[in-house]
């Protein structure tokens, strides 16, 4: 059952005015732009469809369920167990420069808004910053928002941000971008499910493409994104 405060939090985790720098990235977009091998919302789509199913979207997706449970069974080690397998598993310091910086800054907020446990504190030992998703899934637990509507919410929110960088470099209008989202839907749904029931032994993701397009965004001539 989600109650009307832990919709309200909800909305206020995937609004695109939360400070956290989203908006800053482009996950490697504005390199397969300017690169010409995406050039439409066709192309937006098949990319979003494939990293939804394959690639980085359907792994943190999987760790998210396991964070959520480790906080539901008060399992803090477990919490920051997965949030360094997740940094091990980025494909460039790009991806991961960028995860961490918006975790951090995502659970900098918390600690301002939220009772943390101890254990969740950033100032806990740690191997790693905390990653975004992490973070996100550490704020819906304590919210308590159930852990499919918190995993919808995230996805919708990631997919959101990476349709506004291609309406601004493709680019697209406003109303294309609105179709895409709609079209992506069930995509997102499916996800959801495939990450609720994924065991440890499958966790994989396929991001090739991702991680060259990221690690080239630096040497571009002209860059509207940050990475």
């Known amino acids: 059952m989600l109650t009307d405060s832990a919709l309200l939090t909800l909305l206020q985790w995937v609004s695109p005015a939360l400070p956290i720098g989203g908006f800053n990235y482009s996950e490697g977009l504005e390199t397969l732009i ?65 995860n961490w ?27 790693y910053p905390w990653n975004v998703s992490v973070a ?11 852990l499919e509507i918190a995993l919808l919410g995230y996805l919708h929110s990631w997919v959101t941000t990476l349709i ?13 971008g609105q179709v895409l989202l709609r079209q992506l839907q069930p995509h997102i749904q499916q996800t959801v499910q495939q990450s609720l029931n994924v065991t440890d032994d499958d966790l994989e993701s396929c991001t090739l493409g991702l991680a060259l397009a990221s690690m080239q965004h630096e040497t571009l001539y002209c860059r509207l994104f940050r990475s």
């Open 164 to 176: 506004n960088a291609a309406v601004k470099l493709i680019p697209l209008g406003q109303t294309a």
């Open 136 to 146: 996100f899934c550490i704020a819906a637990a304590l919210a308590d928002i159930p």
């Open 34 to 98: 300017a690169q010409g091998k995406i050039t439409s919302a066709a192309a937006v789509q098949d990319w979003l469809i494939f990293e939804l199913a394959f690639g980085s979207a359907q792994l943190e997706a999987a760790i998210m369920v396991r964070v959520y449970r480790a906080i539901a069974k008060g399992d803090f080690d477990a919490v920051h167990q997965w949030n360094a397998w997740l940094s091990a598993a980025r494909e460039s310091a790009e991806l991961r420069a960028q």
């Open 101 to 127: 910086q918006m975790g951090t800054a995502l659970m900098n907020l918390l600690t301002t808004l939220e009772d943390l446990p101890p254990e969740l504190h950033t100032a806990h030992a740690q191997p």
